[in-house]
């Protein structure tokens, strides 16, 4: 599966010169060094997920289990704030991925807010990639970006709700400044450092609700500067998708996407942004969402994730 281009894109850009300059600007993710020290090909036969059980949920009932779950090559482990993906499972590679694959791996959950416990309201769990743990966070000044593929089932096989079923999100960190009241007529300024996580939400749009004649999908962005969603492309083929994201110097965050598994390249842009007004001085890592109605029935839909790469461009 090969990306399309289309006249209309070049077009625009054509009519649009202002942003075809801030399009030179940017940096593709996937650019400069790869480290090797991070990310993951599940290539590795003997690559398995070991749970510990019962996943955490602090987030909804501010119980920690610890320790939490981790792979045996250490590159992925589980969220202490949500919990890991109810299956964490390596399974062949579907038709089209990249050249050579033979291993990706699935995520999927039924409970996603407490374990083994519904709580009939949209959830998510977290898949996170190891990186501030073996290399440290990196600097924004070293345009870090990451890379991963994803593979979209056919719509038959989403979970049948409309609403948001996968996330790929960055952990960044940042500074804010806060004044602080102290007395009547002083108050007080303080530097707090401060935690952000935007990327990408995979958004469903259900045949069975009326308000859509057909399944369908599409991506929407966290976030602008207000901390708004953004409204991304719309998602017109399933099978597998390239994502990636590239945080420069200047504190932006920017956003590329496309069909299939070949490197993404200018024509993948989508926009660039300071999520919540924040500009970006750490890349921590990144992480996966996985999305369900938490009704103890109905499982996530089962995407699968492969070759997700981490790069600085100094």
């Not at 940096?27 to 993951?40: A, C, E, H, Q, Y």
């Not at 999927?108 to 743990?133: H, K, V, W």
């Not at 496309?258 to 970006?280: K, M, N």
């Amino acid at each position: 599966m090969h990306r399309t281009r289309t006249l209309s894109t070049f077009i625009f850009l054509l009519a649009v010169p202002m942003l075809a300059i801030d399009l030179r600007a940017q940096v593709v993710p996937g650019s400069g060094r790869k480290l090797t020290n991070v990310g993951d090909s599940f290539e590795d036969e003997n690559w398995s997920w070991v749970p510990k059980l019962p996943k955490s949920s602090r987030e909804q009932d501010g119980r920690l289990r610890a320790p939490t779950g981790f792979s045996t090559n250490r590159r992925w482990f589980e969220s202490p704030k949500r919990g890991q993906p109810d299956q964490v499972e390596r399974v062949a590679t579907p038709p089209d991925g990249l050249v050579g694959s033979k291993g990706s791996l699935l995520l999927r959950s039924l409970y996603t807010s407490r374990p083994n416990t519904p709580g009939y309201e949209q959830c998510q769990d977290d898949f996170i990639l190891a990186c501030a743990s073996r290399v440290g966070a990196l600097n924004i000044g070293r345009t870090p970006s990451f890379v991963t593929r994803v593979w979209l089932p056919p719509f038959d096989q989403w979970e049948d709700r409309t609403g948001t079923q996968f996330g790929i999100r960055a952990d960044l960190k940042t500074t804010k400044t806060e004044t602080k009241r102290r007395f009547l007529f002083s108050s007080r300024t303080e530097h707090i450092g401060e935690a952000y996580w935007p990327g990408f939400f995979i958004q469903f749009h259900s045949e069975t609700d009326r308000r859509f004649n057909e399944d369908s999908a599409m991506l929407l962005l966290r976030c602008d500067q207000y901390g708004r969603e953004i409204s991304g492309p719309a998602i017109r083929e399933t099978g597998w998708w390239t994502f990636g994201m590239s945080f420069t110097p200047d504190g932006r965050a920017h956003y590329y996407a496309s069909p299939g598994v070949d490197p993404l390249t200018r024509a993948d842009y989508i926009t660039s942004t300071f999520p919540y007004s924040y500009r970006a001085e750490r890349f921590a890592t990144m992480f996966f969402n996985v999305v369900n109605s938490d009704n103890g029935k109905t499982w996530s839909t089962p995407f699968i994730v492969d070759d997700t790469e981490v790069f600085v461009l100094n």
